[in-house]
């Protein structure tokens, strides 16, 4: 059965991200950036591994005049492919590492899990769809860069192959890297429209 729905989710996240390449093409090239700055803090604790967890701070500064940076708990407003495609999108909880909820399905030798939880709020017009395995992006200290991995752990629900999320409502999830054992994760990113949007939003790890 975990068989069928990962091939399930597999097939969804292939048929959204090819759906979504053809779309950017169309589109054509546009300016990138990342967005770095919270919207608004929120009040949630961060776990950061098992039970540990810590409150949120204030965002956090690199001096006078310095802009803020978003954290674990913090909301960035996220726009997508096209002006319909808005998202407050918050870095709810890190948990690392992360125990496999399967048995059989264990990471490599020498690799961890890593589950990274997010909130996708639709704040745009319409309807919003997307496919948050492939938006979210995990990079470590040295600068490498890791996509999503097709794990369930027990850090909680993992987010299905694609939500489509009404305006105004939201949508809770996680999101599984599987990383070097001895890697540090230092930032967390996450593009809206499978990450093909052009913005990225990004949170600094403690």
Not at 2 to 28: M, N, Y
Not at 126 to 153: H, R, V
Request: charged share 20%; glycine share 10%; with cysteine.
């Amino acid at each position: 059965m975990s068989v069928r729905i990962r091939t399930r989710r597999t097939a969804a996240v292939l048929l959204g991200t090819a759906l979504l390449a053809a779309a950017a093409t169309a589109c054509g090239p546009t300016d990138s950036s990342v967005a770095t700055a919270p919207k608004s803090s929120a009040a949630a604790p961060a776990a950061t591994g098992g039970e540990a967890s810590a409150p949120a701070a204030a965002p956090e500064s690199g001096g006078a005049g310095a802009p803020a940076v978003a954290k674990v708990g913090d909301t960035i407003a996220l726009t997508g492919l096209e002006k319909k495609d808005t998202a407050d999108v918050t870095l709810v909880k890190v948990v690392d590492p992360a125990e496999s909820s399967n048995e059989y399905l264990q990471p490599a030798e020498g690799k961890r899990y890593v589950s990274v939880q997010f909130r996708i709020k639709a704040t745009g017009s319409a309807a919003y769809t997307d496919t948050p395995a492939t938006g979210a992006k995990l990079i470590d200290a040295q600068g490498q860069s890791f996509t999503s991995t097709f794990a369930e752990t027990k850090a909680g629900p993992e987010f299905p192959g694609s939500v489509n999320i009404a305006p105004g409502d939201s949508s809770l999830g996680f999101v599984t890297f599987e990383i070097p054992a001895d890697a540090k994760p230092d930032k967390v990113q996450y593009a809206l429209n499978s990450g093909f949007a052009e913005q990225s939003g990004q949170w600094k790890l403690a």
